[in-house]
């Protein structure tokens, strides 16, 4: 049976000697004019959990899986590709709640819990993820999916400044520590590794659309994303199961390769909300990135609601989230906000009542 390596509390916050340097995932834009989401269940599939640190640890999920995934260059096993649930401690909730999902749909897939870096309680340095974004980016895409979708809001989101928020900071800094991590436990092999996030809800079909995306997938892979909500049409159609992105939003479930995670790691520092850097890398060529399709991984709820992370941009999209942006909520403790950039004139801070967003939670 294969391994699971290293342990993901343990992945350091170092330059890599590979010559990258190391440094949200904020959800997806939702839209007005779709209905919610109705989400396929099956009865769970029998597996032997097994503690390795304790109740709410590090886990992992053994059993049975023999499909083998052969793509051009990308060779992976099911009961070889490894998993990490990036959790954080304070949100035993959101864990026991995955494991369960990933139990149900994913039989036989290794994971385990990747502590998340905590943005309310720890300072993520500025050469890791800026304390600041513009929009500019996300305006284009967001006007290309208005239109894409046949949506009258074309102008509902507008360039901004805005001040990350420490939930986007420490969201960012973990899919930097679980990049390093992917090239850690690769060692000199081209081994991937599949990132989760603990809201993570994976389909019925997850093993079989993924065994043919996989099969499909061209040896240039650097990232393939399982969930995702797409901006931009595809560059081009792959397989029934597979297609080239230009431009997605959400860091809930994706496979990386350690070529991968070094091209991350050589861009930082993070300058934007962590999905949409990643999404602009993709878009400019830098990394090839590919979705299967139709996704195979949704969040367990919409975007801003029960989330840690206070999107800096839900001005335009969140009216009725259930995040309340309150100073301690949205800074943490009183030594984090005195560390906190000085606000410009430029910056835009919400207005919880303002009517200018969406709040669907489709098309996550």
């Given at each position: 049976?294969?391994?699971?390596?290293?342990?993901?509390?343990?992945?350091?916050?170092?330059?890599?000697?590979?010559?990258?340097?190391?440094?949200?995932?904020?959800?997806?834009?939702?839209?007005?004019?779709?209905?919610?989401?109705?989400?396929?269940?099956?009865?769970?599939?029998?597996?032997?959990?097994?503690?390795?640190?304790?109740?709410l640890g590090?886990?992992?999920?053994?059993?049975?899986?023999?499909?083998?995934?052969?793509?051009a260059?990308?060779?992976v096993?099911?009961?070889?590709?490894?998993?990490?649930?990036?959790?954080?401690?304070?949100?035993?909730?959101?864990?026991?709640?995955?494991?369960?999902?990933?139990?149900?749909?994913?039989?036989?897939?290794?994971?385990?819990?990747?502590?998340?870096?905590?943005?309310?309680?720890?300072?993520?340095?500025?050469?890791?993820?800026a304390s600041?974004?513009?929009t500019?980016?996300?305006?284009?895409?967001?006007?290309?999916?208005?239109?894409?979708?046949?949506?009258d809001?074309?102008?509902?989101y507008?360039?901004?400044t805005l001040?990350?928020?420490?939930?986007?900071?420490?969201?960012?800094?973990?899919?930097?520590?679980?990049?390093?991590?992917?090239?850690?436990?690769?060692?000199?092999?081209?081994?991937?590794?599949?990132?989760?996030?603990?809201?993570?809800d994976?389909?019925?079909?997850?093993?079989?659309?993924?065994?043919?995306?996989?099969?499909?997938?061209?040896?240039?892979?650097?990232?393939?994303?399982?969930?995702?909500s797409?901006?931009?049409?595809?560059?081009?159609?792959i397989?029934?199961?597979?297609v080239?992105?230009e431009?997605?939003?959400?860091?809930?479930?994706?496979?990386?390769?350690?070529?991968?995670?070094?091209?991350?790691?050589?861009?930082?520092?993070?300058?934007q909300?962590?999905?949409?850097?990643?999404?602009?890398?993709?878009?400019?060529g830098?990394?090839?990135?590919?979705?299967?399709?139709?996704?195979?991984?949704?969040?367990?709820?919409?975007?801003?609601?029960?989330?840690?992370?206070?999107?800096?941009?839900?001005?335009?999209?969140?009216?009725?989230?259930?995040?309340?942006h309150?100073?301690?909520?949205?800074?943490g403790p009183?030594?984090?906000?005195?560390?906190?950039p000085?606000?410009?004139?430029?910056?835009?801070?919400?207005?919880?009542?303002?009517?200018?967003?969406?709040?669907?939670?489709e098309?996550?």
């Amino acid at each position: 049976s294969s391994k699971v390596f290293g342990d993901c509390s343990g992945a350091v916050l170092a330059a890599m000697a590979v010559g990258g340097r190391v440094g949200v995932a904020p959800g997806p834009l939702a839209g007005t004019k779709k209905k919610g989401l109705k989400r396929g269940r099956r009865a769970s599939s029998a597996a032997t959990y097994r503690d390795v640190v304790g109740p709410l640890g590090r886990r992992r999920v053994r059993g049975e899986c023999p499909q083998v995934f052969e793509g051009a260059g990308h060779t992976v096993a099911v009961r070889d590709l490894q998993a990490v649930v990036v959790n954080l401690e304070r949100r035993p909730d959101r864990l026991e709640g995955c494991v369960k999902r990933l139990s149900a749909h994913c039989p036989g897939l290794h994971h385990e819990r990747f502590a998340a870096t905590d943005g309310r309680k720890h300072i993520v340095p500025a050469s890791e993820v800026a304390s600041a974004w513009n929009t500019a980016r996300n305006v284009v895409y967001q006007r290309l999916r208005a239109i894409r979708k046949g949506w009258d809001d074309l102008d509902t989101y507008q360039e901004r400044t805005l001040e990350l928020s420490p939930g986007e900071r420490g969201c960012a800094s973990s899919h930097i520590r679980a990049w390093q991590y992917c090239i850690e436990q690769a060692g000199d092999s081209q081994r991937p590794l599949l990132v989760l996030e603990d809201d993570a809800d994976p389909m019925p079909d997850f093993m079989p659309t993924l065994s043919r995306a996989l099969a499909a997938l061209p040896a240039d892979a650097h990232v393939l994303y399982l969930g995702y909500s797409q901006a931009a049409n595809w560059r081009r159609e792959i397989s029934p199961e597979l297609v080239e992105s230009e431009y997605v939003w959400t860091t809930v479930g994706y496979i990386v390769w350690p070529a991968g995670a070094r091209k991350f790691l050589s861009q930082l520092p993070v300058d934007q909300p962590v999905d949409n850097w990643m999404a602009q890398l993709n878009a400019s060529g830098d990394i090839k990135a590919y979705c299967v399709r139709p996704k195979i991984v949704r969040q367990a709820e919409a975007w801003n609601v029960n989330s840690d992370v206070a999107h800096s941009d839900e001005h335009y999209w969140g009216p009725d989230s259930d995040i309340h942006h309150s100073d301690s909520f949205y800074w943490g403790p009183e030594d984090i906000q005195a560390a906190r950039p000085k606000p410009s004139a430029t910056t835009l801070f919400w207005d919880v009542g303002s009517e200018d967003s969406e709040g669907s939670t489709e098309d996550l």
